[in-house]
């Protein structure tokens, strides 16, 4: 794939190391949520390296002092429902005040193309710093149709968080969106016949829902 400068694969050995683990077939249900929940602690704090801080008094048991936090009620997360849900208690592990969002979208199994059955944005997301999280980007349809809901709703300031992605995909979404950064944790193979990443994970959807 060729080098975009919005694609960001995150090299970190922590997630190299949970994500062999959550790719093994023989990884249970409950261990598999877990995992992508821990991964995607790791990379919302590498993706959110450069979120704006604003100025803040403190007073320590010494003295007063400026320190920087992060705005009040200024970022939200959205999940790509089913899968993204399994992401969303990552992400609220280091940033437990932000407000969730949820997106409904199901490929069609054969055509591959996105439905969008759901969406529920909190209010004033427009404003905020959206975090829109699924663990796969494959033909890039459902994320390239959740980024484009996201920004009829009026947001400006999105990353896109994908546990592991297709060149194909990557490529897509990353071009049609380039305004929106892209981390991934993993950039695989390539996508097969029926849409599949390999090597991948498999159903993401089915592996944290213990629905297969
Ligand atoms: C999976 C996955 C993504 C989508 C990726 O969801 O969680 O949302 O496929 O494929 P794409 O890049 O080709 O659009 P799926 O539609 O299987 O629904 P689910 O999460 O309800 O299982
Ligand atoms: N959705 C998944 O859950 N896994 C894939 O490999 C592709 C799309």
């Given amino acids: ?36 929940g ?23 048991p010494l003295e007063k002092t400026v320190q920087h936090r992060i705005k009040e009620k200024s970022i939200a997360v959205v999940a790509i429902l089913r899968a993204g849900l399994g992401m969303v208690d990552g992400v609220l592990d280091i940033l437990p ?8 979208i199901s490929r069609d199994e054969k055509t591959l193309t996105p439905n969008e059955y759901y969406c529920k944005l909190p209010e004033g997301i427009e404003d905020k710093t959206v975090i829109l999280v699924d663990p796969m980007l494959a033909t890039g349809g459902s994320a390239d149709d959740a980024l484009n809901a996201l ?57 944290l829902f213990g629905t297969k």
Avoid: Q, W
């Fill in 1 to 36: 794939m060729r080098k975009l400068s919005n694609v960001f694969v995150l090299e970190h050995a922590l997630i190299k190391h949970k994500l062999a683990v959550a790719r093994d077939s023989s990884t249970e249900t409950k261990k598999f949520r877990e995992l992508i």
């Fill in 97 to 104: 005040t932000a407000c969730v969002g949820h997106i409904g």
């Fill in 38 to 60: 821990e991964i995607t602690a790791i990379m919302t704090c590498e993706s959110m390296r450069d979120i704006n801080l604003v100025p803040k008094e403190v007073e320590t």
């Fill in 151 to 207: 920004k009829k709703r009026g947001c400006k300031d999105i990353r896109f968080l994908a546990i592991v992605g297709a060149p194909e995909g990557v490529e897509k979404v990353a071009t049609a969106h380039p305004d929106v950064k892209i981390y991934l944790s993993a950039l695989d193979r390539e996508l097969d016949k029926n849409g599949y990443i390999r090597p991948g994970l498999g159903d993401a959807g089915d592996r």
